[in-house]
């Protein structure tokens, strides 16, 4: 019997520590097209051509937002920013949730604290997000005034970090 525990055990270990390695030997893009709660944003960024990108050195921060954050967008708009046409408004909000840097909860939350409750990020779109803290969850808020709530944080790539969040931030 303790022999069966601590082959178990050996295997739990052994499982865990592969899952941790593959996600980290991943890029962005692979942790992200691993989650069946992001599969419009990994279309979404098939469709605006920044897979490549993604999967670039980086590193890369990335406020993904899930399947469900972009259905609460008015109806018709993820289909109209996935045709070609709509390809560089669709890249613009994308890089809109991409920071340069790989900034995990901890370097986000001392950013909030240092800049005594908020702090501004800038994206790769050169546009700011402001980041602030409310009843203990990271608060995105866009330029519009539109707020995301970080869900998960610190999925860790081997180009950088996502956090999930809520709703789809949009530029101005």
């Not at 525990?5 to 899952?19: D, E, G, I, R």
């Not at 992001?38 to 920044?50: E, N, P, S, Y």
């Not at 949730?97 to 909860?105: I, R, Y």
């Amino acid at each position: 019997m303790k022999s069966m525990k601590s082959f178990l055990l050996l295997v739990t270990a052994s499982v865990f520590t592969m899952s941790a390695f593959a996600q980290t030997k991943s890029d962005i893009v692979d942790v992200a097209s691993g989650s069946p709660a992001h599969t419009t944003l990994v279309a979404a960024l098939k469709a605006a051509d920044l897979v490549e990108t993604l999967k670039g050195a980086g590193p890369f921060t990335v406020f993904a937002p899930t399947n469900e954050a972009f259905d609460k967008l008015p109806k018709g708009t993820v289909e109209t920013l996935l045709k070609p046409e709509n390809k560089s408004k669709l890249a613009g909000i994308l890089t809109y949730h991409v920071v340069a840097g790989n900034l995990d909860a901890a370097a986000v939350t001392e950013a909030i604290r240092k800049g005594k409750g908020k702090v501004e990020l800038t994206t790769v779109a050169g546009v700011k997000l402001t980041a602030t803290i409310v009843d203990g969850k990271v608060i995105l808020k866009d330029e519009k005034g539109g707020k995301a709530t970080v869900t998960a944080t610190d999925l860790k790539a081997s180009n950088g970090v996502i956090h999930v969040i809520d709703n789809v931030l949009m530029p101005k």
